[in-house]
């Protein structure tokens, strides 16, 4: 990805955020504040506002256990349309075309 930190177009808060999305895995029972800031390079107290901010539109849920964020309801609705707007054939049929096949016994 081209460095785009000095571009007057790009909005380093925005990818902040989207950063602080992405920084949850498929197997994360929750991230804390630190977990979050060592994961995006942010600092704490920027990752702080960007958690607040992304929990008060729904991205984020803050969890009781331990004061852990999970990804939010908005989170999974944009999944869904990004998920809907790819279709499977589309998307699996060059990766199955392309997939090994097994030797024949």
Known sequence: MPD?????RFANTLARGLNVLRAFGPNDDGLGNLEISERTGVPRSTESRLT????????????????????????LA???IAGASFGFVETAGPIMRNWPMPPKP
């Open 52 to 75: 607040f901010t992304l929990c008060a539109l729904c991205y984020l849920t803050h969890g009781r256990h331990h004061d852990k964020y999970r990804l939010g309801p908005a989170a």
């Open 4 to 8: 785009l930190k000095d571009d007057k």
């Open 78 to 80: 944009l999944g869904n």
